[in-house]
T-cell receptor, first 112, second 108 residues
Framework: SQTIHQWPATLVQPVGSPLSLECTVE??????LYWYRQAAGRGLQLLFY??????ISSEVPQNLSASRPQDRQFILSSKKLLLSDSGFYLC???????????FGQGTRLTVV | DAKTTQPPSMDCAEGRAANLPCNHS???????VYWYRQIHSQGPQYIIH???NNETNEMASLIITEDRKSSTLILPHATLRDTAVYYC?????????FGKGTRLHILP
């Protein structure tokens, strides 16, 4: 069966520090991968999605970036965090030919 | 932009059927309707999807109107654990865009 791993579960980082969140999927090949952010009390915002290695589409211009160095690995990064980067970050995958997406448990990031 | 419109909140008595509406008047012929829900502090959970025909699984039923401009998610016997935000999504490409959803409160 397919599983998605996302870590860490919680993170507290100072303003201006770098960020690296990692997400890996097991049990499937060539999945579509997604990063979402949910600010407190707000909806889910699609940040990046990827349909293959090295193929990244950015939905919202900001100080975040994403990379997909391997088929089942998706990394969200920032060189310098802002207070506004605080939120609940979710990674998800979907089959290439399937409509449903499956989400990780999320990382709650607090920038202080 | 989300292509769907949902009421911001709804109440349902425990044990009754919860009927959550969604309008998607600009849906294209090859676009699916998906439903997800998000329980507080968790990631969204896929519920069901459909294209033209009504669908049913162990979680819910999806009723799509003949003109495909609206749909209804039905939770046949709502429980307190069904309290969540329910999202109706329409898309055919690789992006999955969430709108604001409907916050469903199940009342004991």
């Amino acid at each position: 069966s397919q599983t998605i791993h996302q870590w860490p579960a919680t993170l507290v980082q100072p303003v201006g520090s770098p960020l690296s969140l990692e997400c890996t999927v097991e049990g499937t090949s060539n999945p579509n991968l997604y990063w979402y952010r949910q600010a407190a009390g707000r909806g889910l915002q699609l940040l990046f999605y990827s349909v293959g290695i090295g193929q990244i589409s950015s939905e919202v211009p900001q100080n975040l970036s994403a990379s997909r160095p391997q088929d089942r690995q998706f990394i969200l990064s920032s060189k310098k965090l802002l207070l506004s980067d605080s939120g609940f970050y979710l990674c998800a995958w979907s089959p290439t030919r399937g409509p449903e997406a499956f989400f990780g448990q999320g990382t709650r990031l607090t920038v202080v | 932009d989300a292509k769907t419109t949902q009421p911001p909140s709804m109440d349902c008595a425990e044990g009754r059927a919860a009927n959550l509406p969604c309008n998607h008047s600009t849906i294209s012929g090859n676009e699916y309707v998906y439903w997800y829900r998000q329980i507080h502090s968790q990631g969204p959970q896929y519920i069901i999807h459909g294209l033209k025909n009504n669908e049913t699984n162990e979680m819910a039923s999806l009723i799509i109107t003949e003109d495909r401009k609206s749909s209804t998610l039905i939770l046949p016997h709502a429980t307190l654990r069904d309290t969540a935000v329910y999202y109706c999504i329409v898309n055919r490409d690789d992006k999955i865009i969430f709108g604001k959803g409907t916050r469903l409160h199940i009342l004991p």
